[in-house]
């Protein structure tokens, strides 16, 4: 009895199992990923670990840009299943990259290779990328200012879009109009505007305001504009409508997105109509114009692409009608997805997508396709890009000022809103290089302009006056070194911020290594009854060969003294050992024995302050007669 008990409730509990998953796969085809994440686990944490439940969680995770969750899953999968789909490798793969796990994501890449050698999103692959990922997330050599806009909100913000002088952009932020999107748990999203004025240079945002025409937003959503050079047409994404104002679906029962045309009437956007080009099977969306607004860019998942979505682009006609849809082809489009098209008045070509070399998920990216049809697209590289989704690009060309979109953390909220200034900013870094001994102008001083990397981009000598200049980046940390024959090098560090044109003073102050007969470093200390030459000292005595290769008649002797410690002859002897190892080393060095006439100790005989025998001192006080002096004979 025990037994078929246990047999009943086991398949009860499978039973169970199986029916909880086809939940899950309900809500996840309806794209209400955070319902179908919370039956998914419920569904691991009863014993179901199969490809498909955690390649589903791993989707779950992906689609909402939580990279770091998505990797997790995914990494389940693909290591417990030989055979895992393709698909699911790469998307393993941006998640890794997403978080900044470069060389894991490179291993797998390297697998995916294998398994799909003519996919167009391996093309420009290598094996040895590490340093090219590295490169685009650093922002050493980048810029550009980018700021969280004040406005953005605790939910998704995104498509920023200036037109005479107002932001239009889509915001999640109505919770109490409607009711929430499955897919994130946030409201559907709508239109808004906002003014946008400058003072002293520097932008203010109005408060955001719903778009209020009813014909504009619906209870369901409304994303992505373009507007006309005159102002007077507006094209946006919408979810298909039907004439109820309801959802409409395909056969699969998949509602696709749709774009509008609107026409600004009396200050109001009215006269709503429905793209041609549009179908229930398909979505079309993300809606961009030509600089002369003869054409209209767009993106769609419908059949014949390359790959997940591909931009393309549409002739507006004079008569008010449009031409075929046309796709921009394998130079722009890729397995991947290719969205949220822009185009600068420079026929610049801006687009994000996640089938190029990137650093995880959607990327921003350039291209003169436009103008080159064989132009490769460009990675526009950190700040732009992050490890998340980066996408909605738009620029003023005249000003180099512009706005993108992105859920990288430390944002307000989804996705945040965020400008972007490119101007160049400039700052001057100038000084006076002195004797920091006699204050005397130094001419002929080497100065040189060392990045964070430690790369030196700028060298100069200094003029009769000591003065050297250079022109440096906004908010950026150098370091500026200046170094002279016969002085000890010195160096300052200069931080730049974002105030154009600002002079930074990095004056240098230089230490002469010869004064009258000695070459005068800072002590060589020793460890207590010791001999060896510590690091530090090696790092002074340098100055030393510096000076005897400048100078290479220059013969010298050297004197090693010790602390009172110990007895008087111990002492002697070590410091006799000190005075032989510091000759030994500068000898190492390739300085010829003999110019070092001699090397001798002198033990306790000559200390610099009262620490004799019987006296009590600190250990810095009995450091202070553990040194050495090199004395000139001939130069």
Known sequence: MKTKLFIFLFALSSTFMVAQKKLADKFFENYAYVKATELYEEAVKKGDSSEHVLTRLGDCYYNNSKSQEAALWYGKAVNKYNKVNPEYIFKYIQSLRSIGNYVEADKWMVKFKEIQSGDTRVKDFDANNLDMYEELASTDDAVVQIENLPFNSEFSDFGGYIANGTLYFASARHKDLKKNYGWNDEPFLDLYTLAVTEKEGKKEYGDPEFISSEKINS????????????????????????????????????????????TLEDGQWGSIVELPFNDTYFSNGHPALSPDNSKLYFVSDREGG??????????????????????????????????FPFIAKDSTFYFSSDGYLNLG?????????????????????????????????FMNDSTKTGYFSSNRPGGKGGDDIYSFNA????????????????????????????NKAGKIIATVMTTETGAFAFDADCDKTYTVLGS?????????????????????????FLTPLIDNNQIVINPIFFDFDKWNIRTDAEYE????????????????????????????????????????????????RGIAAERIESAIGYGETQLLNKCSNGVKCSSEEHQMNRRSYFYILKD
């Open 219 to 262: 209870p369901y959503h409304e994303a992505s504009v373009a507007i006309t050079k005159d102002g007077k047409t507006m094209y946006f994404t919408r979810d298909n409508l039907n004439k109820r104002n309801k959802l409409g679906y395909d056969r699969k029962g998949t509602s696709h997105l749709k774009l509008y045309k609107a």
């Open 306 to 339: 390359f790959g997940q979505t591909d931009i393309y682009v549409v002739d507006i006609l004079d008569n008010g009608k449009y031409g075929t849809p046309q796709n921009l082809g394998p130079k722009v489009n890729t397995a991947g997805r290719e969205m």
């Open 361 to 393: 998920l959607l990327d921003i990216y350039k291209s003169n396709i436009l103008k080159d049809e064989n132009a490769e697209p460009e990675n526009l590289g950190a700040p732009y890009n992050s490890g998340y989704d980066d996408f909605a690009f």
């Open 423 to 450: 101007e160049p900013c400039k700052q001057k870094i100038e000084g006076i290089a002195r004797d920091i001994k006699t204050n005397e102008v130094l001419a002929n001083v080497e100065v040189k302009l060392i």
């Open 484 to 508: 002279k024959k016969d002085y000890k090098d010195d160096l300052k560090q200069v931080a730049t911020n974002f105030e154009n044109g600002k002079v930074n003073n990095a004056d240098l």
């Open 541 to 588: 005595l340098e100055n030393i060969v510096d000076v005897m290769r400048a100078h290479p008649e220059m013969v010298i002797k050297i004197e090693s003294h010790t602390d009172s410690r110990g007895s008087d002859s111990y002492n002697m002897k070590l410091s006799d050992r000190r005075a032989k190892s510091t000759r030994d080393y500068i000898i190492s």
